[in-house]
């Protein structure tokens, strides 16, 4: 679009020129990352990256026709608008779908998960997207189109709960369980399914890697678009590259397992020479079998974009009209242009977020603005709002995909070194480390009952306490069954050392990896200024919450518990938790031990236990509150 | 409010402009406005005045640039800087000239450049040392300017002046001999004064070539990002020195050919990762290069 004020327009030495005023408003650049391709309404305009566009859309309609489906890389700087396009791709399926151009589904999947995890986050990713969608769920569409669907299906629990999402019995638990929550033993039941005896990791991911394929199946033969966004978020620590060979082989085994599948991975161009380092070709070439890159851009698409934004500024409609000919008003193009001075190009969240600034500027606004925030109390405001989220992540998930998603950058930066993979060890461990005081196992105990039993039996065999020191990081809350007790005590003989890792811990670790993994794909931002993730690193340290401080030293110090403690401590928590408050002397009562012990443990804990002096002295659960 | 006087330009349709770009990107030279609307294709005549508002915007994002002066412009897609700066270059590489002469033979050519914009140019060089000042002629008073990285350029005076002042002495010495002595002095590096660079603007060049090349050959799709890492292996750029590796690279960006991709945090990565990027050695460190 061509402006038409060019003198008073185009040149950086235009004389006092007059700003216009505009009512307070939304400020239509408000929003320059965008989050989700499921977050809300989506401001596009379809000239910006239409090559890479074309090229998804492209190998679409090559599966449509009857060809097999295929992976793209998509690549570029943080900012380019990766993210926004895999939103513009959910929203012409969707169109196409209403057309009766082609049925599809949808599957964005953030990659904020490990090498040890990858398939348990994609299904819980598959599963959630499926069981949602801009209308009715992607699921009910499923079953709507094709109701002969599970006849495909090869696994008994899969199909199962399909059937009873089909009818409508027992929806939550029967959502939960094809995400891969934990369900107990009440909920197993009523979906007519057996209790989970996987004790391990290992075997959890093949469980979950056997529901992705089994959903796939089921959802065969329409095409299955999965999005996996921000693949450098597989580094739980920086520079680690376990993640990027898991996700290579996960590509790969998705890709030979299934003929419906269009699988496409953003990354950030920073990131991608580890896609380069990816030893296994094959697996490389699978995944890396179609590329794109997403490009600035230049002052003719910078003009459409600003254009479409701010006639979506409702309240500046009239006076733009005005302004008909020029598709900047009411900003001023003269502060734009030197942000594509260098090359000629510029990305396009750069661009939105001077005109967001430019914009704000000439808001009719009474309220005296609000001073910039420092970084510390922008970093703090930001991890207090992932902590919210990161709590309802960790109860879903668990603590043993948490740990294995978060704890490596806390020991990383603890100075740790992690141990080269090992198989011998991989049996009974989940993580090895080395510190100053030797090697560390650490071995994650999620569930309860049966998988307890089974986990704590395989590494009583596997481990010997010549070989490293081992960890054992549980819930206290789960009380583990007589057989589990007397291995864990034995284990304990033995040398191994229990941690109790709280669930603020978890969280805040959670919260802090959510918060790092956005700094690193470069959608963190205080003001113009972004983030960094060695910035966001560098404060987490500093502000370590005390109950990631406890679990640290735990880990990483090698004196033993105290006798007492390692008795009362577990008793105590799971009682607590099950009641929630209860006084000292019938906790006592109820774990046949002296009310001076229950105390003493419960003021010895503060984080994790709530303490009322009496008469009578009481004890309740530490909520997060509570404990911070 | 806003107090702009409008003043509209006739609607054209959008081939128009996409016409006379194609005209631009196609022509050998730079092409004056009034050649550019009266292009065949165009189908009409379209003003001068007309033809600069619908390239305004192109030249104001530096896809284009304006050469000729105001009275005639003329528009190219080749930078008149980057033009100016490597005729100066190649003309102080083989010549020792005052600083008006030198921007005086470096405007000549066709095509021709503007002449201020040319000691604009110089101006920048010897600032960032890459032009070198040499002492005046005989007869004359006005200092010279050379190539900083072509200081032979210089031999031939330096022999002829060595030998006049052997002769004054009555020492006869042939030309060769004293060319030895200077090429003697030039091998010792505690004698001589701060080492020359190695490499020059023909060997970065080379360089950017050979990586536009290879990046074009290499990048599985045309236009998509292929890493420093991955060039780096190609064997006919493994051996080039990093520091013209570098420039070339960020030459292929300066010219407009390509594009690189941000680190944006290579400060915390270990100086080996860092290494294996391309760097402006201000700080700046680039991953990947794409064709625009």
């Given amino acids: ?628 | 409010m806003s107090s702009r006087k409008v003043r509209a330009l006739p609607a054209y349709p959008p081939e128009i402009r996409d016409a006379i770009l194609k005209a631009i990107a196609a022509a050998p030279e730079p092409v004056s406005v009034k050649d550019l609307g009266t292009l065949p294709e165009l189908g009409r005549k379209v003003p001068a005045k007309h033809v600069q508002a619908l390239l305004a915007d192109d030249v104001n994002c530096a896809k284009l640039f304006q050469w000729g002066d105001t009275k005639q412009p003329a528009f190219w897609h080749r930078d008149p800087r980057i033009e100016a700066r490597e005729r100066i270059l190649e003309i102080a590489a083989t010549r020792v000239l005052t600083p008006g002469a030198l921007s005086t033979k470096a405007g000549e050519p066709k095509p021709k450049l503007n002449l201020n914009l040319v000691r604009e140019v110089q101006k920048e060089l010897i600032g960032s040392a890459l032009l070198r000042e040499a002492p005046a002629a005989p007869r004359s008073k006005t200092t010279r300017l050379i190539n900083a990285k072509h200081p032979e350029v210089l031999e031939p005076e330096i022999v002829g002046l060595i030998e006049a002042l052997l002769a004054k002495y009555r020492l006869m010495r042939p030309p060769e001999r004293i060319r030895a002595l200077l090429a003697m002095e030039a091998a010792q590096p505690t004698h001589a004064p701060a080492p020359a660079r190695t490499d020059d603007e023909e060997s970065v060049r080379d360089a950017a070539e050979k990586i536009f090349a290879a990046m074009n050959r290499i990048a599985l799709a045309p236009g998509t990002t292929v890493t420093f890492y991955r060039l780096r292996q190609q064997a006919e750029l493994a051996d080039i020195p990093k520091h013209i590796f570098d420039r070339a690279a960020l030459l292929l960006q300066k010219e407009r050919r390509a594009l690189l991709a941000v680190h944006d945090h290579a400060a915390a990565l270990s100086a080996e990762e860092r290494e294996g990027f391309v760097t402006d050695g201000l700080g700046k460190y680039y991953v990947s290069i794409y064709a625009r």
Wanted: aromatic fraction near 6%; charged fraction near 25%.
């Fill in chain 1, 1 to 628: 679009m061509l402006p038409t004020v060019w003198a008073s327009i185009m040149s950086p030495f235009t004389p006092d020129r007059v700003k216009p005023r505009i009512p307070f408003q939304p400020n239509p650049f408000g929003s320059a990352a965008f989050e989700s391709p499921w977050a809300g309404e989506l401001t596009d305009v379809p000239t910006i990256n239409d090559q890479p566009f074309r090229l998804i859309l492209h190998a679409l309609r090559q599966m449509r026709a009857g060809a097999k489906g295929t992976s793209i890389v998509l690549t570029g700087d943080p900012g380019s608008g990766k993210t926004h396009l895999l939103g513009r791709l959910s929203r012409r399926l969707w169109q196409n779908e209403r057309a009766g151009n082609g049925a599809s589904f949808y599957v964005y999947v953030r990659c904020n998960a490990s090498a040890g995890t990858l398939w348990r986050h994609l299904r819980h990713a598959l599963a959630s997207d499926l069981l949602r969608g801009p209308e009715v769920s992607q699921l009910h569409t499923a079953f709507g189109s094709d109701p002969e669907r599970l006849v495909n299906v090869n696994h008994a629990g899969v199909s199962r709960v399909l059937e009873c999402l089909r009818d409508g019995r027992h929806v939550h638990a029967a959502s939960a369980w094809l995400r891969g929550e934990l369900l107990g033993d009440a909920d197993l039941a009523a979906l007519g399914l057996a209790t989970d005896k996987e004790d391990d990791d290992h075997g959890r991911e093949r469980q979950a890697k056997l529901a992705v394929d089994a959903i796939l199946r089921f959802l065969a033969p329409t095409p299955v678009v999965l999005c996996f966004d921000q693949v450098e978020a597989l580094e739980t620590y920086r520079g680690e590259t376990a993640g990027y060979h898991a996700m290579a082989q996960l590509i790969s085994a998705l890709n030979d397992g299934h003929n419906h599948l269009l699988l496409i991975s953003c990354i950030v161009s920073a990131f991608e020479k580890r896609l380069d380092e990816v030893s296994n070709d094959a697996d490389k070439d699978r995944w890396l079998r179609h590329k794109g890159t997403l490009k600035p851009i230049d002052w003719e698409q910078a003009t459409q974009l600003v254009r479409v934004r701010l006639d979506n500024a409702s309240q500046s409609k009239a006076l733009r009209r005005a302004h008909g000919e020029d598709p900047w008003w009411p900003l001023d193009t003269a502060l734009l242009q030197p942000l594509f001075a260098e090359t000629g190009l510029c990305l396009p969240r750069t661009l939105i977020r001077a005109c967001e600034r430019q914009f704000a500027e000439l808001l009719s606004d009474e309220e005296p603005a609000t001073p910039p925030k420092s970084l510390e109390a922008f970093l703090r405001d930001e991890y207090s709002s992932n902590l919210v989220e990161a709590r309802r992540t960790v109860s879903r998930q668990g603590i043993s995909k948490t740990l294995s998603d978060c704890l490596p950058w806390l020991l990383q930066n603890s100075r740790l070194v992690p141990l080269a993979p090992d198989e011998a060890r991989s049996r009974y461990a989940h993580q090895s480390w080395h510190n100053a005081s030797g090697d560390l196992a650490l071995a994650f105990c999620d569930g309860g009952g049966v998988a307890l039993t089974n986990q704590l039996k395989r590494i009583d065999n596997d481990w010997t306490p010549q070989s490293m020191q081992l960890l054992i990081l549980r819930d206290p809350a789960v009380k583990p069954g007589e057989k589990g007790a007397l291995l864990l005590a034995g284990l304990k003989e033995r040398g191994a050392r229990e941690v109790h890792p709280l669930a603020e811990a978890l969280a805040a670790l959670q919260a802090i990896r959510n918060l790092t993994s956005t700094a690193r794909s470069g959608e963190l931002f205080l003001g113009d200024e972004k983030v960094d993730e060695p910035a966001v690193t560098n404060w987490a340290l500093d502000n370590l919450p005390p109950q990631v401080t406890e679990l640290r030293s735990a880990l990483t110090e090698t004196q033993p518990q105290p006798a007492l403690e390692d008795e009362v401590l577990p008793r105590l928590a799971a009682l607590v938790t099950e009641r929630k408050i209860i006084a000292a002397s019938s906790a006592a009562h109820e774990l046949e031990l002296t009310r001076e012990e229950v105390e003493e443990c419960a003021r010895s804990h503060p984080m994790r236990f709530g303490y009322l002096d009496g008469p009578p002295v009481v004890v309740f659960e530490a909520t997060e509150g509570a404990a911070r």
